[in-house]
């Protein structure tokens, strides 16, 4: 099962920033948070990761709570592509033979 | 940018049906999995793939499953005798830079 509890669903203005957010309570000392999005039936869209920094990429930035119990992905300027659903999924990274698991994600709607 | 890449796009087959769902991984990646998304689902690891050798399987992949790497450069699944319930999308996945980067699947339809 996902270590990951995220909102069902979210709407958001065009040209607003989205913020989504994670709980992963039971994250170990050596997991990472990614974040991955969905567009429609499209394959699984890498986005970020992160272990306890703040971390920003030209697509969004992640915002890791200092108890790393959970994070938030902020999409500064959300605009109708963005719509998709979004996964958040702790993993040690760099354990090649580990598995992402993937919960049921928030589906982002942004909105005209 | 190097993209993982997958063949066909759309698969349709009838029941009982062998089929062969291929991917090309982003070359110099050594670690290769498949994932599977029945529609409306969530998407579930099927199998990741390691120095030519299973590395780890869901209870989904049975032995009606099979995986290979049959010339250096792709990546394959299987599925020998194929159900309804095997419609789904599938999803290859290569590894680097620790995170999986992901094909655009093939949907495959069983009748």
């Known amino acids: 099962d996902a270590k990951t509890t995220q909102p069902t669903s979210m709407d958001c203005a065009e040209g607003r920033a989205a913020n989504l957010p994670c709980n992963h309570s039971?994250?170990?000392?050596?997991?990472?948070v990614y974040w991955y999005r969905q567009i429609h039936s499209q394959g699984p869209q890498y986005i970020i990761h992160?272990?306890?920094n703040n971390e920003t990429n030209e697509m969004a930035s992640l915002i890791i709570t200092e108890d790393r119990k959970s994070s938030t992905l902020i999409l500064p300027h959300a605009t109708l592509r963005d719509t998709a659903v979004y996964y958040c999924?702790?993993?040690?990274?760099?354990?090649?033979?580990?598995?992402?698991?993937f919960g049921p994600g928030t589906r982002l709607s942004v909105l005209p | 940018e190097p993209e993982v890449t997958q063949t066909p796009s759309h698969q349709v087959t009838q029941m009982g049906q062998e089929v062969i769902l291929r991917c090309v991984p982003i070359s110099n990646h050594l670690y290769f999995y498949w994932y599977r998304q029945i529609l409306g689902q969530k998407v579930e690891f099927l199998v990741s793939?390691?120095?030519?050798?299973?590395?780890?399987k869901s209870e989904i992949f049975d032995d009606q499953f099979s995986v290979e790497r049959p010339d250096g450069s792709n990546f394959t699944l299987k599925i020998r005798s194929t159900k309804l319930e095997d419609s789904a999308m599938y999803f290859c996945?290569?590894?680097?830079?620790?995170?999986?980067?992901f094909g655009p699947g093939t949907r495959l339809t069983v009748l």
């Open positions: 996945a290569t590894v680097g830079a620790d995170t999986q980067y």
């Open positions: 992160g272990l306890k």
């Open positions: 999924i702790v993993r040690v990274p760099g354990d090649y033979g580990q598995n992402f698991v």
């Open positions: 039971t994250i170990s000392g050596n997991e990472y």
């Open positions: 793939f390691y120095n030519n050798e299973i590395s780890e």
